[in-house]
């Protein structure tokens, strides 16, 4: 038994308490007062017994049993550098290796790798295998991170493998430095190679051009091809999305070459006419459709920066509202360009070419989540310039409160609450669980609202099957109704929400009604978001909205909705006074729920018709030469940011000074917020003011990213998985600038900062370099100045990505594989149907000695038998009172009921018939006839066997001894009238009776 389980202890000189046994037993013989000898042993034993039980538990002991399964832990890659039909083929194969699992011991667990291990299932005896749980990133793969994932889940009470499902083309980390854990733990890892390869393949390993040019300047593309085999072709380049003509002799603007196997280089001139951003992007095209595998690695992309004189890009909604202020700046040095709001893409490579951008009148619900972050790193990381302008739809107004942008913007959107303005509520009535990535989008969504709203407002979050409170049929609060006040409650809320599929409207609108009802506010909002399916809500509670007069915005996503579902939703949003969208693409979702959370907004504009003259202050600034400003009729209300934020217009109000006018430095850039308007909507008198241009053109000049000079060159360039920045700096004086402070940064694709240290390598050079690990365009920006403060500047440049590593490759990398077996001693295994078994070989594999914590046990058993000790010591036991319980409780009881009442009739009938014959006068002299009743001291003679008479068998008779009067030591009762109490004071002193003798016996002192 000890073999097979054996125990081991953690801490044995505990053991050394067992030798408390020896006193315990001595005090025992001494005598325990007040108990038999019975119960003196029985506390002596659970005595020592606790005794043992504490001293092996205080020493941790643990049972140590031999494992006797294995367990297979597949890593599969499932990157997209893996061709889909092999994938595919590798699943099934791997099925049918969990099929073939014969020992039922035996488990499987499943890790699905891209860029991030993913845990598909964990080791169980289940012989199923899914790789559907996958990384949404599968543009890269990194094996090391899977390898480590697949460790840390072996269990350790079974031999384990690793098993490797993979074609070896690993884009991060390094695989071979992580399965040095798993070999220095005798974990082999075998790997499934998956081979391919892809004879006729082009692949575009570069695009280079100047990163940055001078207006009218001339350059030249280069760009690098690599081929498997000869192939022909089309090649094709745009600039800003416009064909450039490759080759004018033919139609098309393409070029039709042929690649010859190994490196490719073509070149191709061009001119740089006009200022800002250029972005070239490369296509080749084969000839033989489907003849290349991976169409993603036949393109390349490449940025060049065209400097100009001020360059200004004004965003508005009409040209009609913009006109005003650029035409004042038409006869000005300053580019100006206007565009529509929802022109405004391209991502920060676009809004790097411009010094300043000016924001007219724009809300945020007409720009997308990823161009609000743009704008903000484009002032903070690129050191560009912004301006926004006030309008019914800008600053607070126009939904950017808590956005990214704000951050930027040298006022608070949010005003304070001692500004008396009415509060709204806002019900969110979530049900998008429907829609592709339902729960994802419904945290989005309802964020997007949250943050759009003031502090002062209030929000709630009505989900159905969640955990929330005040439940209505399954729908209940995820977030109660109540103030937003810092966002972080209700943003909190939203992420871990749970979003059930609702079965009809009426109890979720019913607890939002009830909900927008309680509190007191000007404006009461819902939003409704759903694919229709639910029921619809009855007409009295819709008549109860009307009477609230709260309004319902519905939003329709995909799902199971129907046209029917739809004309409902509708009718919704038009009986209360609503909106209704029909929304197909999921991005568009954050600005509808944006823009209709300004239906609850606080009253953000300030208008007089009379007009308001504000209070000119000449802080050292953009516009300190001016004396003053004219009047308005109307402002977007903020509030002074602390800070370095500089107000030197304002409106004084009686709560505070309302700003106008203000700007700061912000991060490398500068911004400039303008709360009335520039169109003349609220500044009519400014449109003749005289100085109106300048004000203006001083705004812009002052937010304007400098100019770089002309003795400052920055270069970029990929090389392999690294992005190359060098800068060249050069004096008039001295030939060359060294010792440069410079402070330079990496804004990567995903809108991340990496902060990049340039060191000086020669005279007046500069270098430094940094990962490129996702495709997109990284752009650099550098900002520097020289020890004597006379060349200072900043300076742009960009690294193009055009594709993910991942499609690089064109051929397995079985090379790695072997190394990492080797490595493990694991094996190279193939898809072998008759080999399946020899998945789960043990050979070489030491089986694992698991031990079990069983102090815990142990120490329970202890308390346990702590108080039988004590109740053994406590409780008086009568063995006498005991025997009587048992047969009362195991006596039958169904089958002998009957006979039982039958027997006590007999008995009492057969001493009924006594009587009569003995006579009255009998019975009265008889003193023992009376005493018969209930005395406890009757003799087993006198006793009435009714178990026997229920048998069938006649009673004993009683005998003349037995009726014989009773000794003259306890004198016969004659009263018929004898008291009970006396009857159980004789029985209390019989049952002490046994006590007493025992405790004579117990030797003294």
Request: aromatic share 6%; proline share 7%.
């Amino acid at each position: 038994m000890l073999e097979s389980l054996p125990i081991q202890f953690d801490r044995p000189a505990w053991l050394l308490l067992l030798l408390l046994i020896v006193p315990t037993v001595w005090m025992a013989r001494r005598g325990f007062s007040g108990i038999s000898r019975g119960q003196a042993r029985l506390a002596t034993v659970l005595r020592c017994m606790v005794i043992v039980l504490l001293s092996v538990a205080l020493s941790q002991p643990a049972m140590v049993r031999r494992g006797e399964g294995l367990t297979l832990m597949m890593i599969v890659d499932v990157s997209r550098s893996i061709p889909l039909p092999l994938q595919t083929e590798s699943e099934e194969f791997l099925r049918e290796v969990a099929k073939a699992k014969s020992d039922p011991n035996d488990r499987i667990g499943v890790v699905t790798v891209a860029r991030d291990p993913a845990i598909a299932a964990l080791p169980n005896e289940y012989s199923g295998v899914s790789t559907s749980t996958v990384s949404p990133d599968l543009d890269a793969t990194n094996l090391a991170a899977a390898v480590r994932t697949a460790l840390a889940l072996l269990p350790q009470d079974t031999a384990n493998r690793l098993l490797l499902v993979s074609d070896g083309n690993e884009t991060e980390e390094n695989v071979l430095a992580a399965v040095e854990v798993a070999k220095a733990n005798g974990i082999p890892v075998d790997v499934l190679p998956i081979e391919y390869e892809h004879p006729s393949e082009v692949t575009f390993e570069g695009l280079r051009v100047p990163t940055r040019a001078r207006l009218g300047q001339s350059g030249e593309v280069r760009m690098f091809l690599r081929s498997q085999r000869e192939v022909t072709g089309t090649l094709r380049l745009f600039q800003n999305d416009v064909p450039i003509d490759l080759d004018p002799s033919t139609e098309g603007g393409g070029r039709h070459l042929t690649l010859q196997p190994g490196p490719n280089v073509i070149s191709q001139p061009v001119e740089f006419t006009s200022a800002g951003t250029r972005q070239f992007r490369a296509i080749f095209e084969p000839d033989v459709e489907g003849s290349d595998a991976i169409p993603e690695n036949n393109v390349a992309v490449g940025v060049t920066f065209v400097s100009g004189e001020g360059r200004i890009l004004v965003v508005a909604d009409s040209e009609v509202e913009a006109a005003p202020l650029v035409s004042s700046l038409s006869g000005s040095d300053l580019d100006v360009q206007t565009i529509a709001p929802d022109a405004l893409v391209g991502g920060l490579p676009f809004l790097n070419g411009y010094d300043a951008i000016v924001l007219m009148n724009v809300p945020k619900w007409a720009l997308s989540l990823e161009m609000d972050s743009a704008l903000h790193a484009y002032v903070h990381d690129l050191g560009g310039g912004l301006v926004m302008t006030g309008g019914p739809e800008s600053f607070g107004a126009g939904g950017w409160i808590d956005s990214d942008l704000s951050k930027a913007l040298p006022v608070r959107l949010d005003p304070p609450q001692s500004r008396q303005l009415p509060s709204g509520a806002l019900a969110l009535i979530m049900h998008s669980c429907e829609m592709p990535q339902g729960n994802f989008w419904g945290q989005q969504v309802a964020i997007a609202a949250i943050e759009a709203i003031s502090s002062q407002d209030y929000v709630g979050i009505v989900t159905f099957g969640g955990f929330g409170v005040g439940a209505v049929n399954g729908s209940s609060w995820a977030f109660p109704m109540q103030k937003a006040g810092d966002k972080s409650a209700p943003v909190a809320a939203a992420k871990k929400m749970v979003v059930g599929d609702m079965p009809d409207f009426g109890s979720s609108m019913t607890l939002a009604l009830q909900g927008l009802t309680s509190v007191n506010v000007g404006q009461r909002h819902a939003i409704v978001i759903s694919d229709g399916d639910p029921s619809p809500p009855t007409t009295a509670l819709m008549v109860k909205y009307q009477a609230a007069k709260v309004t319902i915005t519905t939003v329709m996503v995909g799902g199971h909705g129907t046209a029917q579902d739809m004309a409902a939703m509708k009718s919704v949003a038009s009986a209360t006074g609503g909106r209704f969208y029909n929304v197909t693409n999921p991005k568009n979702l954050p600005q509808v729920f944006v823009k209709e959370a300004q239906m609850v907004a606080r009253t953000l504009i300030v208008e007089e018709s009379k007009g308001m003259q504000p209070t000119f202050v000449p802080i050292p600034g953009p516009i300190a030469s001016f004396g003053g400003v004219p009047p308005i009729t109307g402002y977007v209300l903020t509030a002074r940011r602390d800070g370095l934020a500089e107000v030197p217009v304002f409106h004084r109000t009686q709560e505070a000074d309302d700003p106008i006018y203000a700007n700061w430095n912000y991060g490398l850039g500068k911004s400039v917020a303008f709360t009335s308007d520039a169109s003349g909507r609220w500044g009519l008198s400014w449109l003749g003011w005289s100085d109106y241009r300048p004000f203006w053109e001083q705004t812009l000049r002052w937010v304007m990213r400098p100019p770089t000079p002309q003795n400052v060159v920055l270069r970029t360039r990929q090389e392999g998985d690294k992005g190359i920045v060098e800068l060249e700096a050069l004096s008039e004086s001295t030939g060359f600038l060294n010792f440069l402070r410079t402070d330079a940064r990496v804004l990567r694709p995903d809108n991340t900062i990496v902060d990049l240290p340039l060191q000086q390598i020669g005279p007046g050079r500069y270098r430094a370099e940094f990962p490129v690990d996702r495709e997109g365009a990284y752009l650099v920006n550098v900002a520097f100045g020289a020890a004597d403060g006379q060349t200072k500047g900043t300076v742009q440049g960009a690294v193009a990505v055009p594709y993910a590593r991942e499609f690089r490759s064109v051929r397995d990398n079985l090379a790695l594989l072997r190394a990492v077996a080797e490595r493990t001693g694991g094996r190279v295994l193939s898809e072998d149907p008759l080999g399946v078994t020899g998945f789960f070989d043990r050979k070489g594999l030491e089986m694992p000695r698991s031990p079990k914590r069983i102090w815990d046990l142990l120490t329970i058993v202890a308390a346990a038998l702590f108080v039988l000790d004590v109740a053994s010591r406590r409780i008086a036991i009568d063995p006498e009172t005991i025997a009587r319980w048992s047969r009362m409780l195991f006596r039958p009881s169904e089958a002998t009921s009957d006979a039982t009442v039958a027997a006590w009739k007999r008995a009492r009938e057969e001493a009924a018939k006594q009587r009569e014959r003995g006579g009255a006068g009998a019975a009265a002299a008889d003193p023992s006839v009376a005493s018969r009743r209930f005395d406890a001291e009757q003799s087993e003679a006198e006793s009435i066997d009714v178990a026997q008479e229920s048998s069938g068998q006649a009673p004993p008779r009683p005998t003349p001894a037995s009726s014989a009067p009773p000794s003259s030591s306890e004198p016969p009762v004659a009263d018929d009238d004898v008291s009970a109490t006396a009857r159980l004071l004789k029985a209390k002193r019989r049952a002490q009776q046994p006590r007493s003798e025992d405790e004579k016996e117990k030797p003294s002192g």
